[in-house]
């Protein structure tokens, strides 16, 4: 006979994962109005206050459980069953996966868990996290009758906001023109024959985009239309018709996107269609389900670990003195583990490193700074790191007690078992592929060609300004000379002024020797 309790519990943590996905939503639909009303401050509010929903949620929830069960919290055989049942509840909800998330953090942070214990938490390579989603309820489709400026305007048509346009005749001319000139450069002569756009509006602080693909008679092409709201109203700020630049848009070293989803997955699915080279964990990630992401990332490094013998491997670059930094052999991905100890000319604390990741994952990195996800109490396998891997940590750690499966928070590090876990590791996305061997981009990322939508557009300025990765972005000016767009630069040093006498303005001199009037 099953416990009574552990029908409670599940009930009460499905509840508060409804709770926390309402409040979240709440927050996301206040976008549109900041739009409108260029409340930008208040956009930024809302990315703060929506990133502190899910650990205010998650705590707020492990509390209650420890006051419902008392002295069996910790009780395995219980939280088994808790599990079994909560599983049987969510299996008809949208995006299941994410609640089984959900109840990992609450049983992670319950237990204290170290590695992962698969009998009080969700945790399955093969698992698909896009099973049983469909772009079939998420998009419109508006069909091409013979002339590409009705078709433009029928889709702006659809998407007006209560601010008035600024020219809308001009902005469907935009649109037209750019895609128009795009197929030209592709020597596409087949015609357009629908638009296919996600009905939620992507906005991201002071933009808004509509985001789709173009099908023609055997082609396609995705498209992001940025909308700006500027003092005189709407107009089309930049039409993004190639993979690079709209992978671009969802980087990241962006904010996150504020669209409001019935389904997630569903937008992962249909983005991941026309960013085929972009992982799901970072979609996840780049429409607010941080810790989905973090969860699909996870998932993604040990089914690599899995499928190949790649090994860790020391990080290029120079060696920091507060961060050990390594990198997975052919994976876009770097990791970096705090120190135990840092040296003498290295005033900062462990937990003020913490705090500076913690800020740069809460505030807008606007393109200038990398996204990391932090894990704690992580274990990954001794065997596949470089030997001289081993070697340089064992020199530069303090001794440590042997971890347990739990236990409370413990800094053992890599070096000491094969099953000893790291306290707290950042892995971050490389711009460039191949970890230590190469200046390549990632297969799939081709190297930007023609560009020419871009010219002149206020919104590729924005890129220019923040891009996220110089590299990419000069790459692209450097292919297309015909940009013009100019990157920021320091004023130019206005040379000094200089008095009647030849003296140099505000100088001593000059104040003694100038300021005397002929006697």
Not at 405 to 432: N, V
Request: with cysteine; net charge positive; glycine share 6%.
């Amino acid at each position: 006979m099953s416990d009574p309790r552990a029908a409670d519990c599940a009930a009460a943590i499905v509840a508060a994962f409804a709770r926390y996905n309402a409040e979240f939503r709440a927050i996301t639909r206040r976008a549109p109005e900041r739009f409108e009303n260029r409340d930008w401050s208040g956009s930024q509010a809302d990315v703060v206050e929506r990133l502190e929903l899910y650990a205010t949620a998650v705590n707020a929830t492990v509390a209650d459980m420890r006051k419902r069960l008392g002295d069996a919290a910790h009780d395995t055989a219980l939280w088994a069953g808790i599990k079994a049942d909560y599983l049987r509840r969510i299996e008809s909800l949208a995006d299941p996966e994410f609640l089984k998330t959900f109840f990992s953090s609450i049983t992670r942070k319950l237990f204290d868990t170290i590695g992962v214990d698969p009998d009080v938490e969700f945790f399955a390579l093969e698992l698909d996290p896009l099973r049983g989603a469909s772009t079939e309820n998420l998009t419109e489709r508006y069909v091409n009758r013979g002339s590409l400026d009705l078709l433009f305007e029928e889709l702006l048509s659809d998407y007006r906001f209560r601010t008035p346009w600024r020219d809308f005749e001009s902005s469907v001319g935009h649109v037209t023109a750019d895609v128009e000139l795009r197929l030209k450069s592709l020597g596409e002569t087949r015609p357009l024959r629908e638009i296919e756009v996600i009905r939620p509006v992507f906005y991201q602080l002071s933009r808004a985009y509509l985001v789709g693909r173009l099908h023609g008679e055997g082609w396609t092409l995705p498209i992001a239309i940025a909308f700006r709201n500027s003092p005189l109203g709407v107009l089309v700020d930049a039409v993004m018709l190639a993979v690079a630049d709209v992978s671009i848009l969802f980087s990241f070293t962006r904010s996150y996107f504020h669209v409001d989803l019935e389904r997630v997955s569903d937008a992962v699915l249909f983005l991941h269609a026309i960013m085929p080279a972009k992982p799901v964990s970072e979609l996840f990630t780049v429409l607010g389900r941080a810790k989905q992401g973090k969860t699909e990332r996870f998932r993604e490094i040990f089914r690599h670990l899995g499928s190949t013998s790649d090994r860790f491997v020391r990080a290029p670059g120079e060696r920091g003195l507060v961060m050990a930094c390594f990198a997975l052999e052919n994976a876009d991905v770097i990791f970096k583990v705090i120190r135990d100890r840092f040296p003498a000319v290295k005033n900062v604390r462990r937990e003020e490193v913490m705090a500076k990741y913690d800020m740069v994952f809460r505030h807008d990195r606007a393109g200038r700074l990398v996204d990391a996800q932090e894990f704690r109490r992580i274990r990954l396998p001794k065997g596949r790191f470089a030997p001289d891997m081993l070697e340089r940590a064992a020199d530069r750690v303090r001794p440590e007690r042997a971890a347990g499966r739990r236990g409370p928070d413990r800094r053992a590090r890599l070096h000491r078992t094969a099953d000893d876990p790291a306290q707290s590791l950042y892995p971050q996305r490389l711009a460039r592929a191949g970890g230590v061997r190469g200046d390549r981009l990632r297969p799939g990322d081709p190297r930007p060609r023609l560009h020419e939508y871009l010219r002149r557009r206020p919104a590729a300025q924005e890129f220019r300004r923040d891009a996220p990765q110089p590299r990419d972005l000069l790459r692209l000016r450097r292919t297309v000379p015909g940009d013009r767009l100019p990157l920021p630069r320091r004023a130019a040093r206005r040379p000094p002024t200089r008095t009647r006498c030849g003296r140099r303005a505000g100088s001593t001199s000059a104040r003694t020797t100038c300021s005397r009037r002929p006697s």
